[in-house]
Structure formats: structure tokens, C-alpha cells
């Protein structure tokens, strides 16, 4: 018996296209594993990640940023006001935002939600476009109007 593949972009999209947000689907032949690999056909300084992380109180939390800045833990800890926070396991991750590593957009199942502000340097911001094999191009006042982050540097 085949097993169908969740088209996770699929969901993004309808998601998209209910809260009226404007986007563009960019699809690669292979999943994006890399800023590098991404960069051959977007403007690197344009992509950013979202992470899920969880803290010491069990709560998931979804932290963007660019995808180039690494992130301070010393930081999100200080923010979230929690012991410790820890990247989530794969499972974690679907379980939690509705995507799979690699392919997570902003806008998933978390409401936990911290933005470096260096994310609003660009107008326009490409993340995770639900599969790993996909990126979405977003206006990024969309993502802080729609989103409603808390906007903080925790960037190292």
C-alpha cells in the first residue's frame, strides 16, 4: 500500500491565502539544506529560519532570525524567563509547528513567538516554505503584523 506524502506547502499556502498575505513559492529539485545551496537562487541576506525551541517550562517557542545569525541561548533564556531552552527533536518540531525541520515557515501552529529585529532590515523576507524542497518569499511587516512577536535581539 503507498503511503501518501503530506504536501505541507500545500497547507502554507492555504494558510497564506486565508489571512490574505501576500507570497511566492520558490522551488528547488532537491531540499534546501543550506544558506549556500539557497543562495544560488535567492538573495542570501533575504533568507531567514525559524527555529523551535523548548523551553525548561515545556513550551514550545518559535524563534526567526536570519539565517546566517547565530543564536544566543544565554539570550532566549533571559527573554523566555526559563532554566534552560533546547533546540527540539524533529518530532518535536512537526508535532508542534505542523512542519518538518527543514521546511518550517513564521507562520505555523506556535504562538510563542521572538524576532531578532534584524529580520526587519529587508522589506521582504524568504523562509521555509512547509517542504524542505521549498522556500516562500513573504512581505516581512506581514510577518510582525500577522505574527505579533516579541521583538528582541538575541542574536550572538
Do not use: C
Given at each position: ?11 502554507l499556502?492555504?494558510?497564506l ?5 501576500w ?17 544560488r ?74 524576532l ?37 535581539d538575541?542574536?550572538?
Amino acid at each position: 500500500m503507498t503511503q501518501i506524502k503530506p504536501n505541507y506547502s500545500e497547507t502554507l499556502r492555504t494558510t497564506l491565502v486565508s489571512k490574505g498575505i501576500w507570497h511566492r513559492f520558490i522551488e528547488f529539485d532537491e531540499p534546501v539544506r543550506t544558506v549556500e545551496e539557497a543562495g544560488r537562487k535567492v538573495p542570501a541576506d533575504r533568507i531567514i529560519k525559524s527555529i523551535v525551541l523548548i523551553g525548561s517550562d515545556k513550551k514550545p517557542v518559535l524563534a526567526i532570525l536570519p539565517a546566517r545569525n547565530r543564536m544566543s541561548y544565554k539570550k532566549i533564556k533571559t527573554l523566555l524567563k526559563v532554566k534552560d531552552v533546547r533546540l527540539a527533536q524533529p518530532d518535536e518540531v512537526l508535532e508542534h509547528s505542523g512542519y518538518p525541520i527543514g521546511g518550517v515557515p513564521p507562520f505555523n501552529k506556535i504562538n510563542r513567538i521572538l524576532l531578532d529585529p534584524t529580520v526587519q532590515r529587508n522589506s521582504k523576507s524568504i523562509a521555509g516554505g512547509g517542504d524542505p524542497d521549498k522556500l516562500v518569499e513573504l512581505e516581512t511587516e506581514d510577518i510582525l503584523k500577522f505574527l505579533d512577536p516579541i521583538i528582541a535581539d538575541f542574536s550572538t
